[in-house]
């Protein structure tokens, strides 16, 4: 990624340069009027330009469209602004303009920059009957570097999102035939909970209970239509900000910190949840327990660093062979399970006896070579009981793995 910042302060110009090198680590080019921003720009091509509105050079606001017309986003930082100018940035199209107040003007402009660049990757579904609103806001999301898709009623919304799993924030107006935003809002809320999607709500309705009613339906915000280009910008800022922070929280709470592999805490609680329906249908659940033989050695020979080295080549081994149709979680040290849903001990048996077979031939390259790892396990099946119950005669086979030699697998 590569900036361009247009600024002919050279304190303005020194505050930035620190606070891109400490929060986005990126190359950035400095020009001090709009004759070396155009040489830069024929140059470069920039990730996004950062740019003043009076220059010594050009004092009304034309580096706009020199920068635009180079095809690059356009956050312009400005000592004033007064209606009239705001009114024709927001209509050329910028992504946002920020006044020069305070130490917080130059860290909000960082961390524009920064959700610019994650914005790339963020898939935005607007829902809304109306084509003029729909292209509106796809205007504005667009300007913002969001991936964009539309639906024009309730029902085909819900079809895309159900389709699409990888959509993170969902734009939806009150009055749409068919499906109108509550009733979306409410279907949505049955499968995707607040960290897999953010859901704004807008309405031109004149009911102000409504604003309300969405958030307790379950959106995260809500929008009185006509709004204002930076009301839109900074709500949908703020939400996919929350949204990441909840997902970060989600990811501490529920991930292995070393490995990414799901923890014991998640285990147990995906479990738990399903236990009464696995029981009441009959199902089958097969727990696999994985204990690392002799992992201590590696620890003890080549250090704590290559102990870890292995431990995350492991995981991601478990992970590449079971993780996309059953659950990897690390439950400890150098011990791991894999949840079979729906497989019985035999077939449980065979997959982990080949997981086995493949570790032992194919050592894990770490810093210090490579070096060869086996792996005992335990199998048992969910018969009646409790979790606890199934994990501890799981051990019990896997205990006699290790007994019978280690490099095995037993079933209880
Ligand atoms: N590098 C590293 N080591 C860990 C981590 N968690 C636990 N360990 C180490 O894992 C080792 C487990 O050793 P033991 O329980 O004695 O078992 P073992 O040496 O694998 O022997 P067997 O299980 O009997 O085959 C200990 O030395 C722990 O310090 C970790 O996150 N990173």
Not at 16 to 40: P, T, Y
Not at 176 to 197: A, C, H, N, Q, T
Not at 355 to 370: D, K, M, N, V, Y
Not at 396 to 408: C, M, Q, S, T, V
Request: hydrophobic fraction near 40%; charge should be negative; charged fraction near 25%.
């Amino acid at each position: 990624m590569r900036i361009l910042v247009v600024e002919d302060s050279r304190v303005v110009s020194r505050i930035l340069q620190h606070l891109i090198a400490q929060e986005l680590g990126c190359e950035v080019d400095f020009a001090e009027d709009m004759l070396s921003a155009e040489q830069l720009l024929k140059e470069h091509k920039y990730f996004v330009a950062i740019t003043d509105l009076n220059l010594p050079d050009a004092q009304n606001g034309e580096v706009v469209t020199l920068v635009q017309s180079h095809q690059t986003p356009c956050i312009v930082l400005t000592g004033s602004l007064d209606s009239q100018q705001r009114k024709r940035l927001l209509q050329l199209g910028i992504v946002d303009y920020i006044l020069k107040e305070n130490r917080f003007s130059y860290e909000y402009v960082v961390r524009l920059v920064k959700r610019l660049k994650r914005n790339e990757n963020v898939k935005v579904l607007v829902a809304d009957d109306s084509l003029v609103s729909r292209k509106f806001v796809r205007n504005l999301l667009e300007q913002q570097l969001f991936q964009v898709i539309e639906a024009d009623d309730g029902l085909s919304a819900f079809e895309i999102l159900q389709s699409q799993s990888d959509i993170t924030l969902l734009i939806t107006d009150y009055n749409m035939p068919g499906l109108d935003g509550f009733g979306l809002i409410l279907k949505v809320r049955e499968i995707f909970s607040r960290e897999e999607l953010a859901i704004i709500g807008l309405s031109s309705d004149a009911d102000e209970s409504l604003s309300a009613r969405f958030i307790k339906n379950g959106a995260n915000d809500f929008l009185q239509k006509p709004f204002v280009h930076e009301e839109f910008h900074c709500r949908v800022l703020n939400t996919l900000d929350s949204l990441d922070m909840i997902r970060k929280l989600w990811e501490q709470a529920n991930l292995d910190y070393l490995t990414g592999v799901y923890n014991r805490r998640y285990f147990f609680g995906l479990f738990e949840e399903q236990l009464e329906q696995i029981k009441l249908k009959k199902s089958s659940l097969t727990v696999a327990l994985l204990d690392i033989d002799f992992f201590k050695k590696v620890n003890d020979t080549y250090g704590h660093d290559v102990g870890d080295e292995v431990l995350v080549e492991f995981s991601s081994r478990l992970n590449r062979l079971f993780g996309q149709h059953f659950t990897v979680s690390r439950f400890g040290g150098e011990e791991f399970t894999v949840a079979f849903k729906g497989l019985n001990e035999d077939k449980a048996f065979s997959l982990m006896d080949t997981f086995r077979a493949q570790l032992e031939a194919e050592p894990i390259l770490t810093s210090q070579g490579p070096l060869t790892i086996t792996v005992s396990t335990g199998i048992a099946g969910f018969t009646d009981g409790s979790l606890d119950n199934l994990i501890n005669r799981a051990d019990k086979a896997l205990y006699d793995a290790k007994e019978l030699g280690r490099n095995l697998v037993c079933i209880e």
